[in-house]
T-cell receptor, first 115, second 115 residues
Framework: DQQVKQNSPSLSVQEGRISILNCDYTNSMFDYFLWYKKYPAEGPTFLISISSIKDKNEDGRFTVFLNKSAKHLSLHIVPSQPGDSAVYFC??????????????FGKGTHLIIQP | DGGITQSPKYLFRKEGQNVTLSCEQNLNHDAMYWYRQDPGQGLRLIYYSQIVNDFQKGDIAEGYSVSREKKESFPLTVTSAQKNPTAFYLC??????????????FGPGTRLTVL
């Protein structure tokens, strides 16, 4: 029973265009969401997060949108660059301000930026 | 130079042997975590600890054990009871106060192969 779903195992985007990665969740207790970027044989690195009290958070080329009613979030990367090619994981937490619980991860989307 | 270290990077063991994976952090983080990643899968939580001498089971704790004798160290033992121990193991840590409270920092990972 996957509580965080990334339904696209891979996504190919042309360099300079927008990359949109999607994530759906089923657990209504989740109220804090994070995106991580991961290269093979390395640990994930944090990209951007969003609390359920917001519907958008922006950091440079990265923007995360949250639609609470649809239990859906998306990560936009504009413009896409070759170094963005990696696996992107969506993660969720039930405690936005505290608690030591671990994160619940989706299976990831492999983003490929084509020249 | 703060961070999380995991050693070794690659580890080979014979079936039936216990093996301990090291995780050290000098970020003065309160909570530490162990995740497992299998091919095509997201990260799954094995164990976590929010304070010295205390730890909690995650979603897939069977066949694993941990200890937290020091704030900066959280070793994971993969026992012979773990049926499918070959995987990529990731250690993470985070603060429990302040913002962003839920951002976990990951180590570089240990690839365990059981022969």
């Amino acid at each position: 029973d996957q509580q965080v779903k990334q339904n696209s195992p891979s996504l190919s985007v042309q360099e300079g265009r927008i990359s949109i990665l999607n994530c759906d969740y089923t657990n209504s207790m989740f109220d804090y969401f994070l995106w991580y970027k991961k290269y093979p044989a390395e640990g994930p690195t944090f990209l951007i997060s969003i609390s359920s009290i917001k519907d958008k958070n922006e950091d440079g080329r990265f923007t995360v949108f949250l639609n609470k009613s649809a239990k859906h979030l998306s990560l936009h990367i504009v413009p896409s660059q070759p170094g963005d090619s990696a696996v992107y994981f969506c993660a969720a937490s039930p405690h936005s301000g505290g608690g030591a619980d671990g994160l619940t991860f989706g299976k990831g989307t492999h983003l490929i930026i084509q020249p | 130079d703060g961070g999380i270290t995991q050693s070794p990077k690659y580890l080979f063991r014979k079936e039936g042997q216990n093996v301990t994976l090291s995780c050290e952090q000098n970020l003065n983080h309160d909570a530490m975590y162990w995740y497992r990643q299998d091919p095509g899968q997201g990260l799954r939580l094995i164990y976590y600890s929010q304070i010295v001498n205390d730890f909690q089971k995650g979603d897939i704790a069977e066949g694993y054990s941990v200890s937290r004798e020091k704030k900066e160290s959280f070793p994971l033992t993969v026992t012979s009871a773990q049926k499918n121990p070959t995987a990529f193991y990731l250690c993470a840590s985070r603060r429990l106060a302040g913002r962003p409270a839920n951002e976990q920092f990951f180590g570089p990972g240990t690839r365990l192969t059981v022969l």
